[in-house]
């Protein structure tokens, strides 16, 4: 970074620390005609950050939140990076917990291109009600060179009354000149003292002139003593 010449805008805010642990972090750096934004909110037992960086002519945009109330954790982070492309990457993390429970909520956006347009989205919910666990993971990636990239990744498990519930999502898409679009979404719920998990990953990958799409669902459900696990993957190469 110490090298980069012809600085045009540099933007740095780092802050801030709210009340009940509540942090946030936000980076902006642009070059050479590029413009950069980034955004973080953060409630209590939470932490965002939002990184966006652009040269060349290029855009890059990053948006970071989470909320963590009470017992619950949440993190959000947040990465754009353009090279005479658009960026766009999205990130959320809401974590609830009530009267002990606990619940935690990691999410993870990222979306670079260089020539292209990369969105990247991910989001990340847990519930956790009395003495039950929640646990949310989700994370999305996107990467494109003069092509078109899309991720989007989500992840939400709730439990209640001891229940226990993880859920874990990850989404990614590349391509080099061409269109690449993956999608995953996880769920899992317990209630009383069920145990559910869920775990969904999605791959696409295209090369030019090509498209790639890939989908992915999972769910997992258990009710009182029961247990549920849901596994699903899906890669879709095209070259």
Same mark, same amino acid.
């Not at 933007?11 to 070059?31: K, M, N, P, R």
């Not at 109330?69 to 947040?78: C, L, V, Y």
């Not at 429970?101 to 519930?127: C, F, K, W, Y």
């Given at each position: 970074?110490?090298?980069?010449?012809?600085?045009?805008?540099?933007?740095? $805010?780092?802050?801030?620390?709210?009340?009940?642990?509540?942090?946030?972090?936000?980076?902006?750096?642009?070059?050479?005609?590029?413009?950069?934004?980034?955004?973080?909110?953060?409630?209590?037992?939470?932490?965002?950050?939002?990184?966006?960086?652009?040269?060349?002519?290029?855009?890059?945009?990053?948006?970071?939140?989470?909320?963590?109330?009470?017992?619950?954790?949440?993190?959000?982070?947040?990465?754009?990076?353009?090279?005479?492309?658009?960026?766009?990457?999205?990130?959320?993390?809401?974590?609830?917990?009530?009267?002990?429970?606990?619940?935690?909520?990691?999410?993870?956006?990222?979306?670079?291109?260089?020539?292209?347009?990369?969105?990247?989205?991910?989001?990340?919910?847990?519930?956790?009600?009395?003495?039950?666990?929640?646990?949310?993971?989700?994370?999305?990636?996107? $990467?494109?060179?003069?092509?078109?990239?899309?991720?989007?990744?989500?992840?939400?498990?709730?439990? $209640?009354?001891?229940?226990?519930?993880?859920?874990?999502?990850?989404?990614?898409?590349?391509?080099?000149?061409?269109?690449?679009?993956?999608?995953?979404?996880?769920?899992?719920?317990?209630?009383?003292?069920?145990?559910?998990?869920?775990?969904?990953?999605?791959?696409?990958?295209?090369?030019?002139?090509?498209?790639?799409?890939?989908?992915?669902?999972?769910?997992?459900?258990?009710?009182?003593?029961?247990?549920?696990?849901?596994?699903?993957?899906?890669?879709?190469?095209?070259?």
């Amino acid at each position: 970074m110490n090298r980069v010449t012809n600085l045009s805008v540099v933007l740095a $805010l780092s802050l801030v620390s709210a009340a009940q642990a509540g942090e946030v972090t936000a980076y902006s750096i642009a070059s050479n005609g590029g413009s950069a934004s980034s955004d973080a909110v953060a409630s209590g037992n939470a932490n965002a950050t939002a990184y966006s960086a652009a040269t060349n002519g290029g855009r890059a945009v990053s948006n970071s939140e989470a909320i963590g109330r009470g017992w619950g954790i949440a993190n959000s982070n947040s990465v754009a990076i353009a090279d005479r492309g658009l960026a766009v990457s999205n990130s959320r993390a809401d974590a609830r917990g009530f009267w002990g429970g606990r619940s935690i909520a990691n999410s993870d956006s990222t979306a670079v291109t260089v020539g292209g347009v990369a969105i990247s989205n991910s989001l990340a919910e847990a519930d956790a009600r009395f003495n039950s666990h929640a646990d949310s993971r989700s994370s999305s990636l996107a $990467l494109s060179r003069f092509g078109v990239a899309t991720s989007d990744s989500r992840a939400t498990s709730d439990g $209640l009354f001891g229940g226990r519930a993880v859920a874990i999502s990850d989404s990614v898409a590349d391509t080099f000149g061409g269109v690449s679009d993956s999608s995953v979404r996880a769920h899992a719920g317990a209630r009383n003292f069920g145990s559910a998990s869920a775990n969904g990953l999605g791959v696409s990958v295209s090369g030019p002139r090509q498209r790639a799409v890939s989908r992915v669902t999972a769910i997992g459900r258990a009710e009182r003593f029961g247990r549920s696990r849901a596994n699903g993957v899906s890669v879709e190469i095209r070259r």
